[in-house]
């Protein structure tokens, strides 16, 4: 059984993200896939609280079979490092040749200065994901024992990002179609975006 894990600040989470994940299950033969929203972690620019976000993973993950959303990230008391999460998925019994973490461009070329980063290849396959239009320069530039475990998916309609998104709803621009129903209905009710 093949696990695939989307790892993602998801804030908020969209088609592409969506689309992304599919692309990724249908093409490595993954037989799941557990959405792992970050917690709050500190080296990013100031977040939607990690139970929002949390909460717009499940609703736009609802009802497809293989989609799960995990809170181990967010119930971690602790700094989050992707090296502690995968740790934990190969302690419930996945071997790490069949767990496939995945995430977008921009964070996979920052791998090297994640905690630890030299052992995440020995726990998985790394799977990254990148919108049309967006260089690809910076792959060549890591080491090749992460070249190696990488695997690379291409998402034509993958032109969405959570930054316009965001932009979008403050602005009153409408985001309707760019993310599913409930996202939208969630982030208009909870006016999530609204202030600066
Ligand atoms: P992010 O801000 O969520 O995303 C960076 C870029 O990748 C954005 O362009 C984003 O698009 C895209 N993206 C994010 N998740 C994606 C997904 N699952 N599929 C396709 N594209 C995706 O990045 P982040 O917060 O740095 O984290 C990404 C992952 O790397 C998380 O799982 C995080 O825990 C891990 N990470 C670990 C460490 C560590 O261990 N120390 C450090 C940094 C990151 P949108 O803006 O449209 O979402």
Redesign the pocket.
């Known amino acids: 059984m093949k696990t695939g894990i989307?790892?993602?600040?998801?804030?908020p989470i969209?088609y592409?993200?969506l689309l992304?994940?599919e692309e990724a299950r249908i093409n490595l033969g993954i037989d799941r896939l557990i959405f792992?929203p970050?917690g709050d972690?500190a080296?990013?620019r100031k977040i939607t609280p990690a139970e929002d976000r949390y909460a717009m993973t499940l609703l736009a993950t609802a009802g497809v079979l293989e989609y799960s959303v995990s809170r181990i990230?967010i119930d971690r008391k602790e700094e989050?490092?992707?090296?502690d999460?995968l740790r934990e998925f190969i302690k419930s019994g996945i071997k790490p040749e069949d767990l496939y973490f995945?995430?977008?461009?921009?964070?996979m070329l920052?791998i090297t200065?994640?905690?630890d980063y030299k052992k995440i290849p020995d726990l998985c396959t790394l799977v990254t994901?990148r919108r049309p239009g967006y260089p690809v320069s910076g792959i060549e530039t890591l080491p090749d024992f992460i070249k190696d475990k990488l695997k690379y998916i291409e998402i034509p309609q993958?032109a969405?990002?959570?930054?316009e998104i965001r932009e979008r709803s403050r602005d009153g621009r409408g985001i309707r179609f760019l993310v599913p129903h409930l996202v939208e209905i969630y982030i208009e009710s909870n006016k999530l975006y609204k202030s600066k």
């Open positions: 989307m790892g993602g600040t998801f804030d969209h592409g993200h992304a994940a792992v970050t972690p080296y990013k990230e989050t490092h992707t090296i999460t995945i995430t977008g461009l921009d964070a920052s200065s994640w905690f994901a993958f969405i990002s959570s930054t």
